[in-house]
């Protein structure tokens, strides 16, 4: 079992930045490839960013491109989302989660662990 906590979100003004964190224990944090995802009201959880076990390769949603940045440090259980130049359309619960393999966590049906969300809201 692998539990999550993601932290660090809140409110901030368009074009702010935040940077969530998600902190993971049980089983052996490097392991695992990480996730983060997004759910605004009445849509869909969608694809965030994804990182694999070692910080080297890493995945993005075509909008966060050059935005958001995933990064993990293994000596602290924590995967990190960098968000810079927010816009309102990225007010959403972000969630982090875990995967053996970096090719699922990048889907939403695959991910073997989930946390609980963070808020982001983006004012205009």
């Known amino acids: 079992q692998v539990q999550l906590v993601e932290s660090g979100g809140g409110l901030v003004q368009s074009g702010g930045s935040l940077r969530l964190a998600c902190a993971a224990s049980?089983?052996?944090?490097?392991?695992?490839?990480m996730g983060w995802f997004r759910q605004a009201p009445g849509k869909e959880r969608e694809f965030v960013a994804a990182i694999n076990w070692s910080g080297e390769v890493t995945y993005y949603r075509d909008s966060m491109k050059g935005r958001f940045t995933i990064s993990r440090d293994n000596a602290k259980n924590t995967v990190y989302l960098q968000m810079s130049s927010l816009k309102p359309e990225d007010t959403a619960v972000y969630y982090c989660?875990?995967?053996?393999?970096?090719?699922?966590?990048?889907?939403?049906?695959?991910?073997?662990?989930w946390g609980q969300g963070t808020q982001v809201t983006v004012s205009s």
């Open positions: 049980g089983r052996t944090f490097s392991m695992y490839a």
């Open positions: 989660a875990a995967d053996p393999s970096v090719v699922d966590v990048v889907n939403r049906y695959k991910c073997d662990y």
